[in-house]
C-alpha cells in the first residue's frame, strides 16, 4: 500500500474500536506512535543488518511473541523502560503509558494493522504523510486543545515560500507543537535546490530546531520529523526538544517560523530590560527583552527577535491584540520597528483556526544591527481578511487564495513591489505617530457594513457572530483569571 489517504483510513478506521474503551483520538494517535517507532526500528536493524536501537526484549518481536495480559503488561513495561532512553528514543517515549486496556484490541493493532505493513519501504511523504493526515484528524476532532494551534497548511505553505529558505540555514520554531512549519521548510528546500551529499546530511540532522513545551506533543513532532526523514532514531542531536521557550535563549538561527500558542495571559511574567515588577510570584528575568509582561504574544514576539542571527528573518502568526495593546505592546512596537525591518503584515481572514474567534496575522521581519536610524522605512500591509469569509469544513483556506500574497510578496526583490487594492505601503513616520503606534491598519470597504450593500448569507452572518460571541467570552475568561485572588 503506496498511498497515504488509504493508509490514513486504514490507521484511523481502528480507532473507532478503541472509542468504545474510551480512548480518546489524541490517545490512539500517541500509542501508534510507540508501535509504529518499535517496528521501524526493528525493520531498519533488518535491513541494515546491525543490532536495533531499541534494548533487546523491549523491541518489536518481544511484543509479537506474547498475547492476552502478559502483552498488556509487557508493553506497559516496555513503555516505562523506553522512557528512560536518552535521545529520540527519550523523547518518543518519555513518561509513556500504556492507554490501550483491553489485550485482544492491543494485540489486534500490533498484528493486523501495523506488523503487515513494511513501513521502512514506504516513502518519507508516504508514510510522513499519513501521520500528518492523522494528525490533522486528530486536530479537527478536538476543536479545543492541541487543534486550537494547528496552523492551515496552506498558511504555512505560502509563509515558506515567501520567506524563501537557502540551504546551509538553521531554522527554528520555538512554538512547534507538531512540527508543521518545520517539515514545510524541509519540502521547500528539498523541492527548490539541488542539494549535494553534506547538504542532504545537514537537512537530516543540523538544519531543524524545534521547541515545545508539552510532552506528549513533542513526541508527536518528533515522530513526525523521523517519519519525514529529519534526526535519526540514535543520534544524540535533537532536531526538538521539551521545555518553556521563553525561559533563556536557546541558540541564534538564520529563520523562525512560529504560530506561538494564543489564549489567556500567561502565569508567568517575563521582566525585560525595564525592570518593572508585577504581582504575579512567578517571573522570569530576560533583560534582552524590551518590556515586562505576562501577555504570552508579546513575549514570544520578543523572544523570536533575540534568537535571530543578525539579518536573520522572520515569519509570526499574531493575534491583532498584538498590533495595538498599550503599555508593554507599544514599547515593544517602538522597538520593534526601530530595530528590525519590519516589512510585511498579512491580515489573516476569520474562519482558519480550529479556535472559533481568532483574529490574526502574519508579522515578517528581518533582524539588523544597532544603528542610530530606525531600520523600518515602509511596512507594506496585505489585506485579506475584509470580505473574505472562510470555514473550516465548507469553505477551507486553500493555497491558491494566498496566490496573490505571495505575488505581491516579490520574495526575490521586495523592492519592486507595487500597491494593489489589497495591498498598501505605510511609511515609518506615519507609524510612529499614531496613537500606541497601532498598527492594527485597514482601509477597504466592509461590504457587510455598508448600507446599500446586501446582506451576507444567513450562514455567514450568524458564523460572524458565533466567532465574535466565543472571542468576547475567551475575553471575560481571560479577565476572570486575572480578577482570581
Known sequence: MTNPTALVSKLWNYCSIL?????????????LTFLLFLKMADEQSRLRGTPSAIPKGKDWPSLLARD??????????TLEELGKCSGMLGIIFRKAQNKIQDPAKLRRLIVDLIDKEQWTSLSADVKGDAYEGLLQKNAEDVKGGAGQYFTPRSLIGAMVE?????PGDTICDPACG???????????????HTLDRAQKKQLKSGTFYGIELVDSVTRLCAMNLLLHGIGSETGDELPVTTKDALAGKHGEYEIV?????????????????DGEQSKESLTINRDDFWASTSNKQLNFLQHIFTILKMHGRAAVVLPDNVLFEGGAGETIRRELLKQADVHTLLRLPTGIFYAQGVKANVLFFDRKPAQEKPWTKKLWIYDLRTNQHFTLKENPLKREHLDDFVTSYHAKNRHTRKETERFKAFDYADLIKRDKINLDIFWLKDDA?????????????????????????????????????
Not at 472509542?19 to 500509542?31: A, I, K, N, T
Not at 457594513?449 to 450568524?462: F, H, R, W
Not at 466565543?470 to 479577565?479: D, K, M, N, R, S
Request: no cysteine.
Open 257 to 273: 517560523l512560529a504560530n506561538p500558542p494564543f489564549g489567556k495571559k500567561s502565569s508567568v511574567t517575563i521582566i525585560g530590560a
Open 19 to 31: 472509542r468504545d474503551d474510551g480512548l480518546s483520538y489524541g490517545d490512539y494517535v500517541e500509542q
Open 162 to 166: 515567501v520567506v524563501a529558505p537557502q
Open 449 to 485: 457594513l455598508e448600507e446599500s450593500a446586501n446582506l451576507p448569507a444567513p450562514g455567514v452572518i450568524a458564523l460572524d457572530i458565533m466567532e465574535d460571541l466565543q472571542a468576547a467570552l475567551e475575553q471575560f475568561a481571560t479577565i476572570a483569571e486575572d480578577l482570581k485572588i
Open 68 to 77: 492476552g495480559d502478559e502483552l498488556e503488561v509487557h508493553y506497559r513495561h
Open 178 to 192: 507538531t512540527g508543521g512549519f518545520l517539515l514545510a521548510a524541509h519540502d521547500y528546500l528539498a523541492k527548490h
